[in-house]
């Protein structure tokens, strides 16, 4: 069975400053993909970044970068310079062959 | 390139009433996905299509929920008849395959909401 675990339900930080959200997950599967989707009040999810389980690197996209701790089976989601935009709720999701597997999300907060 | 479409957007009806509806995948996706999102929780998977046929809907309640993508591009997603606890965001997601790699792009979401 395959679970993502988000423990953070809510996070705040301040403008211009980096957050990371936390996401562990447990599987199986030798392979699999994490991925991170911004939810904005407007309701679409929005694909951030993607890290595979035999990538070597860490994922980076702009702003968004992943910090991914295999051994941990944590892999969590770093954003740097806040923006009053990047307010939203923010899913950790694990794919293997069978499926898509979400979080139960961290609503991001950003303060002036 | 245009992003997966859904409509309506939004719905509201009375319990025990049908509603449909509508998604159109990214062109060329092969695999459409529908989820149900309720407040507060992140999507659960309903059913998943490769082309027009059905690979995942065990997490589908059957009794009430029907799913088809006759030509193996648009999707439609009914629900009859419908109950309270339905209320919820559906949400239509497409990729190009099944793979782990293979990234969803999702719509923007029809909301329901069941009186």
């Known amino acids: 069975a395959q679970k993502i675990t988000q423990t953070q339900p809510g996070m705040f930080v301040q403008e211009k400053e980096a957050v990371t959200l936390d996401c562990t997950y447990d599987t199986s599967d030798p392979s699999y993909g994490l991925f991170w989707y911004k939810q904005p009040s407007s309701g679409e999810m929005i694909f951030l970044i993607y890290q595979g389980s035999y990538d070597q690197q860490n994922a980076t996209e702009g702003r968004y970068s992943l910090n991914f701790q295999k051994a941990r089976k944590s892999a969590n989601l770093v954003i740097s310079a ?11 999701a694990m794919r293997t062959a069978s499926k898509l597997t979400f979080g139960t999300g961290t609503r991001l907060q950003v303060t002036l | 390139e245009a992003g997966v479409a859904q ?69 439609t997603l009914k629900i009859q008849p419908a109950k309270l606890e339905d209320s919820a965001v559906y949400l239509c997601a497409s990729s190009s395959g099944l793979n782990h790699k293979e990234t969803q792009y999702f719509g923007p979401g029809t909301r329901l909401l069941v009186l």
Request: proline share 5%; net charge positive; hydrophobic share 35%.
């Open chain 2, 7 to 75: 409509s309506p957007r939004y719905k509201i009806i009375e319990k025990r009433q049908s509603v449909a509806f509508w998604c159109n995948p990214i062109s060329g996706h092969a695999t459409l996905y529908w989820y149900q999102q309720i407040l507060g929780q992140g999507p659960k998977l309903l059913i998943q299509f490769q082309n027009n046929g059905v690979v995942d809907d065990s997490q589908l309640p059957k009794d009430r929920f029907s799913a088809e993508r006759l030509k193996g591009v648009d999707s």
């Open chain 1, 82 to 92: 806040s923006q009053l935009g990047d307010s939203a709720m923010y899913f950790c």
